[in-house]
């Protein structure tokens, strides 16, 4: 009786002794369980809520309101990747995305140390960093002969909240700016033009008395800030910016409307910080749309053909109303050929451009003189007259 006594005390005794470990190793375990579910979701991670799956991905509000989370879970039949999402599934993780931001403010620090404006190195150094698929990659070739065209540009109409400030005057500012940079046009302002007319607004006559060969008139709308301040040892500032600029370029020799382009900024390069940071935030959204259609708007004013006209005869001497400011050099030789005949399309009754006239003989540039002008001498022919155009001899 005794040896079943001390039997039953010593199988009591050690369940006793084990029961707390089992205890142990269960509540290890739920809390490794709610320390899995609390972990923080991965950008493309999918949940189901009530039957309904869920796909945790950029919020799209994050790129205009700066308080909102950058990552939000979103339904995924109403999912669809915008550029911000686009630029997180390229680059994998939030490390890829932070390496990039560090290389962003790199350039924008070296553009400051090269004294470069910004909105000309933007698209290279950006597109070289396959983040805007929509901006130039390969390098712009400009046509022969390398002459710059005239053009006009009219003062932007301002459709945004920003009327006060003459934003439609900073746009044409900015876009004249970027489009002397670039060597390949002369940009004139309707202040300085008068035409034999006494009408800006008349295409032909801008063609026939200032070799003005397009006309562009342009619009500024959707132009948005959204600024947020930081509290600590020191108040910080950040303001993002979007705008959207529309520009028509109509070609003066025809009266017509060449091409429409339309370009809006990429938000989350249109970022400041500190004193004035929305000002600045809206510059750069500026000067960024501008550069998503420069080089579509430089390609179609260099597509048209580049002629100057006789402006006056005396004697063996002819002067030509373009020259140095235009591309022309002493010994640069000129075609010359009478205006030719206006070509309307039969059916559409628009009119397709006017043929080279008559052919005169060539020219020899001699001297440059003037803002742009220049003096030629006959090298073969005759019968020049004032209204004779003249176009570069292709070598």
Known sequence: MKK???????????????????????????????????????????KVIDGVEYVYARNRRYMILPNEPEYTWIRKDKYSPT?????????????????????IAKLEEEIKKKGLSPQVVYPVQVGSLGLLSSLPLVPFEFPSPKMKRRILIMPFEDRTDYQGE???ELVARRLISRLEATGTVICVTPESVETGKGEVGDLKSLHDYHNILAVLKGEISGLYTSTSRTLGKEEKETSFAISRISIDIYNTETGTL?????????????????????????????????????????????????????????????????GRLSGLEKGTILEVFSQGEEIVDSKTKMPLGR?????????????????????????????????????????
């Open 166 to 168: 003459h934003v439609g």
């Open 355 to 395: 043929t080279k006239g008559t052919y005169r003989g060539e020219l020899e540039v001699i001297e440059l003189f003037g803002v742009d002008a220049s003096i030629a001498k006959v090298r073969s022919g005759s019968g020049f007259t004032t209204s004779d155009l003249v176009y570069v001899k292709n070598e």
């Open 83 to 103: 550029l911000g999402e686009a630029l997180s599934g390229a680059l994998g993780g939030g490390k890829e995305v932070g390496d990039l931001q560090k290389r």
């Open 4 to 46: 079943l006594l001390v039997l039953l005390l010593f199988l009591f005794a050690f369940s006793c002794s084990h029961m707390p470990f089992v205890k142990k190793e269960s509540k290890e375990k739920v809390q490794k369980e709610e320390k899995v579910a609390e972990e923080e979701p991965k950008p493309g991670d999918i």
């Open 258 to 322: 060449l091409k429409r382009l339309t370009g809006r900024n990429p938000v989350f390069l249109a970022r400041e910080t500190g004193e004035m940071s929305s000002e600045k935030a809206r510059i750069k959204a500026i000067d960024l749309s501008i550069e998503v259609i420069i080089e579509e708007l430089l390609r179609t004013v260099l597509s048209l053909d580049w002629h100057a006209r006789i402006a006056s005869i005396d004697g063996s001497r002819i002067f030509i109303n373009a």
